[in-house]
């Protein structure tokens, strides 16, 4: 599975430097934001992200090319990771983090198996300009803000590309309004871990179209949004080993957990021009000292008018 999961990367590599007489069109866009304050109301630890894809290929029938290639995703994003008291980062704390992404996916199938390939470049620290961003939004409405301790002692610049892969295979029942989709997935470079967990999802909003995987919660989001059906109801649970976080340096005192898990739920629903997600994901202990895990809220609003 490895050796056939490289040859897939080498081949995006190859067809991103195709011609351009080999008209590709984009046909698909989708994102995500994701904030504490839209679950638990605290501003800490994975305290926000934002995730956007931009598709491209040659049209789309409902179901994945056998090539890897034929489609290729955009993937860009932004986090910022924070201790839980951002005035006075404690001892046995994370530290402020700040990340900045942007990548090259492919998405297709083989084996009656859906794959997703790619390589980020993730950029950490201070260069990200996060902490200022951050400051500046919380000035405005109103609230505290990352002290001058907590952002000199925040996790220093880097640049880390990043491998991302992932196998799922979905199983519907009925009509096709249930489906449930096991996955396993690789990451190697800013985070480095392997994680198994599934995706079940009632109703028919989604069926045939392209879901991309949110990197903080693993809630998946839509790219081609169709007419088809008014709702899903979505849950899914993973779980992690984890061979090292750039996150969480030794430098920091602050020791990365072997294991990690992840547990969510969310609703998408469509009337029309207008659709909505909101998901809550519950996401467990990162390191060590961590005292608890914590609630994450995710959200899309589109209106198209």
Known sequence: MLRYMLAACLALTLTAQESAAQTRERIGYGRLITNDYLADGSDRWRSGSFASSRIWGRGWS????????EILELRLGAEIIAPQNL??????DRPYAGALSAGLHTHFERFGSEFALGVDIVLVGPQTRLDQFQGA????????KASAR???EQVGNAISPTFVGEAGREVTFGSGATRLRPFI???AGVETLVRAGVDVTFGDLGQGELMIRDTVTGQRYRTMPEDFGSFAFVMGA???SVASSKFLPASSGVEVRGSRARVRGGMHWQGG?????YGLTWLGKEFESQ?????????RIDLNF
């Not at 409902?62 to 290639?69: T, W, Y």
């Not at 021009?273 to 997600?277: D, E, I, S, T």
């Not at 005292?291 to 959200?299: K, R």
Request: proline share 7%; net charge negative.
């Open 62 to 69: 409902g179901v994945l090319p056998q090539q890897p290639g």
């Open 137 to 144: 939004f919380h000035d405005l409405v109103g609230v505290s």
């Open 185 to 187: 997935e690789a990451r």
């Open 291 to 299: 005292d608890e895990g914590q609630f994450v809220g995710s959200i």
């Open 87 to 92: 005035a006075n980062r404690a001892a046995d």
């Open 238 to 240: 993973d779980i992690a």
């Open 150 to 152: 907590t952002r000199a």
């Open 273 to 277: 021009p207008a659709a909505v997600f």
